[in-house]
């Protein structure tokens, strides 16, 4: 489990019932993570998301089923060991008020028993990665940071010892929506660099459209609906559970997901060109305020309505209004 | 669930000094400024009488007097050190069980001890244990229980439960989980509670000497059974002003102990 590129998580059936509760939370879940894969768990709130979760750091106790992490039963190992290399994120944040930030990010590295030297170096590290400047901030406390900041502190407490795997509970939920974007961004931004495999919790479908690699879809007791890429979901969910989740719009999200790439076809167009690697959603914009007419693409041909509609398998001239 | 299992049995606590107000100011300098004015005003008092009879002076000396400002001190302070050492252990005891019922029972009794009069809980002890020092500690004791239990318990519950399960989350023991993060927290609030066992403690100690146990209490009865006004009232101010001293400095302890931060 101390390799750090990111660990296999494999739930088979697990389920918990809480004491004294006519119904299961989470009922045989079965699902398995790769390594280096962000898996999204998104459903709505009461649906068992967090349960789930929270049974893999066993903050919550399995009633019945197996996890393993790289293969090793969880409930096997010590539970702080285990916690130790599993990086938390909470919605509500949780950081220790009576500490400063560099002290709240150090807390897992202390627990590990590292040199101080090796920790104020990583603490520094950390913070420069969710981009705070730690001579600002190490020595400040948790009451003085906006809620933004705060939850950066807690990304960074999460992945100061460098563990494999991550949980994160709604962690972008409490703030506002431009700060959320901002945070969303710069997270999609870290993970491509740190491959960690993670579990996200979020009940904002657009969230997990956006972050996930995979995104399942719970319905009550922790059910999965769907468990597929974003694109495939959007292209064909599996109920109408699924469906409805989504909501208006899913081929407009679908189009943001695709790469100008899948529609150029051959032919001129005038016009201000755009990338290839631009997303659909983009290129048809341009197309609709070109007055409708194709666009060319840099480095050769062009889209157009009738090549986006193509690419997406549907008619877009009705879209996009 | 301790929170609800405290607020059934009683529900106000000693609240932590708020640094920031405007009294907590006005008390910090207002308290020695009181104190001074009272003892100063006493003095005055005392020496424009002119010459003491026979029996003021037996009190009204400073030999006399030191001694029992020393006795009544060392027994109040000993005491409230007492019931910290019980009470603090004992309410993080409490607050770990699961149980609501636990919780009830403790803070009822420590109800109890705390509603009895004073006099009669000295007096039960004395029957049963016979009197003198160690007995009036007891009783002592009894009486400043409940404001340290009962703000452990609330100092303890009162932390966001989140900030407890972030520090699970990361794989502290729950020992750690007590020494760094819940009893920092609840400093401010159990200190508040010690302030309050410490006044009592100074206003009960002045009972013990019923059971020989000396103290200021000697001079305010010597005061009362000769009529000696003037012996009574310096042994009243006296008292107060200890109070008074001791309850501004654990003031000052409360702020310096807080953690930084919160
Ligand atoms: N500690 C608990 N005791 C009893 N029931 C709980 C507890 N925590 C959650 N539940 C119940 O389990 C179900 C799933 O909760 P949760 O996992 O928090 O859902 P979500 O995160 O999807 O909103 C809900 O019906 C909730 O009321
Ligand atoms: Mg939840």
């Not at chain 1, 590290?125 to 730690?134: A, F, G, K």
């Not at chain 1, 109408?240 to 695709?258: C, D, P, Q, T, W």
């Not at chain 1, 666009?295 to 001239?317: F, H, K, N, Q, T």
């Not at chain 2, 919780?103 to 002890?125: E, R, Y």
Request: glycine share 8%; proline share 5%; net charge neutral.
């Amino acid at each position: 489990m101390a390799n750090k590129t990111g660990a296999t998580i494999e739930l088979l059936n697990v389920s918990k019932v809480y004491p004294n509760q006519p119904e299961p939370a989470v009922e045989n879940f079965t699902m398995t993570i790769n390594p280096g894969e962000l898996v999204m768990l998104v459903g709505p709130s009461g649906c068992g998301k967090t349960t789930t979760m929270k049974m893999i750091n066993r903050i919550i106790e399995p009633s019945s089923g197996s996890i393993k992490i790289d293969g090793q039963d969880i409930l096997t190992l010590d539970q702080n060991q285990l916690r130790r290399n599993i990086g938390y994120v909470i919605q509500q944040i949780g950081l220790f008020p009576h500490m400063t930030i560099a002290e709240n990010v150090a807390v897992v590295p202390t627990l590990l028993g590292w040199s101080k030297d090796k920790i104020r170096a990583r603490v520094a590290e950390m913070l420069e990665l969710v981009e705070l400047d730690p001579s600002v901030f190490s020595n400040r406390y948790p009451k003085q940071l906006s809620g933004g900041q705060q939850q950066r502190v807690g990304v960074a407490r999460a992945l100061s010892a460098d563990p494999p795997v991550m949980l994160m509970d709604e962690p972008f939920g409490a703030t506002d929506p431009i700060t959320r974007e901002r945070l969303q961004a710069e997270f999609q931004q870290l993970q491509a660099n740190i491959g960690k495999t993670i579990v996200f919790v979020t009940h904002d479908f657009e969230e997990a459209i956006k972050l996930g690699d995979r995104i399942a879809v719970l319905s009550k007791r922790s059910k999965i609906e769907q468990f597929d890429t974003p694109a495939n979901i959007l292209a064909n969910p599996a109920s109408e559970y699924v469906a409805s989740f989504i909501g208006e719009g899913a081929a407009l999200k679908r189009l943001a997901l695709m790469r100008v790439d899948s529609a150029v076809e051959s032919g001129n167009a005038t016009g201000p060109a755009i990338s290839r690697d631009e997303n659909l959603r983009v290129a048809l914009d341009s197309v609709v305020l070109n007055a409708g007419r194709p666009v060319p693409v840099v480095g050769g041909g062009r889209v157009s309505i009738e090549s986006i509609s193509a690419a997406l398998g549907i008619d877009v001239s009705r879209l996009g209004q | 669930m301790t929170v609800q299992a405290t607020e059934n049995v009683s529900t106000s606590y000693s609240q932590p000094s708020d640094r920031r107000g405007g009294f907590y100011t006005a008390k910090r300098f207002g308290t020695p400024l009181l104190v001074i004015a009272a003892l100063g005003g006493l003095l005055l008092f005392l020496y424009s009488r002119g010459e003491p009879d026979k029996i003021e002076a037996f009190a009204l000396n400073w030999d006399y007097m030191l001694a029992k400002i020393d006795e009544h001190i060392r027994i109040s302070l000993f005491s409230a050190i007492v019931v910290a050492l019980i009470a603090i252990p004992m309410g993080i005891v409490i607050s770990r069980s699961k149980s609501r019922i636990v919780s009830a029972v403790v803070l009822g009794l420590a109800n109890v001890g705390q509603a009895t009069p004073a006099v009669g809980v000295i007096i039960l002890l004395a029957l049963t244990f016979g009197i003198g020092w160690a007995t009036a500690v007891a009783a002592l004791v009894i009486y400043g229980l409940l404001p340290v239990l009962r703000n452990t318990i609330t100092g303890i519950a009162q932390i966001d439960p989140n900030i407890t399960e972030a520090a699970r989350g990361m794989g502290m023991r729950p020992l750690q989980v007590l020494f760094k993060i819940e009893l920092p927290l609840a400093v401010p609030v159990i200190l508040a509670g010690f302030r309050t066992a410490l006044v009592f403690s100074v206003g009960v100690a002045t009972i013990a000497t019923f059971i020989n146990a000396g103290g200021l209490g000697e001079v305010i009865v010597v005061g009362l059974k000769l009529t000696r006004p003037a012996v009574l009232l310096t042994g009243a101010i006296v008292v107060s002003c200890i109070a008074l001293l001791l309850d501004w400095l654990a003031g000052l302890a409360e702020d310096a102990l807080r953690p930084k931060g919160v």
